[in-house]
């Protein structure tokens, strides 16, 4: 399981959430970030996060992690 902020200094997270599902494909990614943005959450997705967790939404990160441990998807925003 990763945890990926999409605010990274040489590449942008969606990148990087890209090329982790293309290289190990059953990998969990959740992207946790500061925006509820539904066009970011949306892309997230679309580039392979398993889950999207915004840091507006105060706690839900480690309920995310939770779910995705036994295999439940996880979506929420702020």
């Not at 969990?28 to 997705?45: G, N």
Request: net charge positive; proline share 4%.
């Amino acid at each position: 399981m990763v945890v990926l902020d999409l605010n990274l200094p040489k590449v942008h997270g969606l990148e990087v959430c890209r090329q982790i599902t293309q290289l190990h494909p059953r990998m969990k990614v959740i992207v946790f970030t500061a925006t509820d943005d539904p066009t970011v959450t949306e892309r997230s997705l679309a580039f392979g996060a398993t889950a999207f967790v915004s840091k507006l939404a105060h706690g839900d990160l480690l309920s995310a992690i939770r779910r995705l441990c036994v295999d439940v998807s996880f979506l929420r925003q702020g």
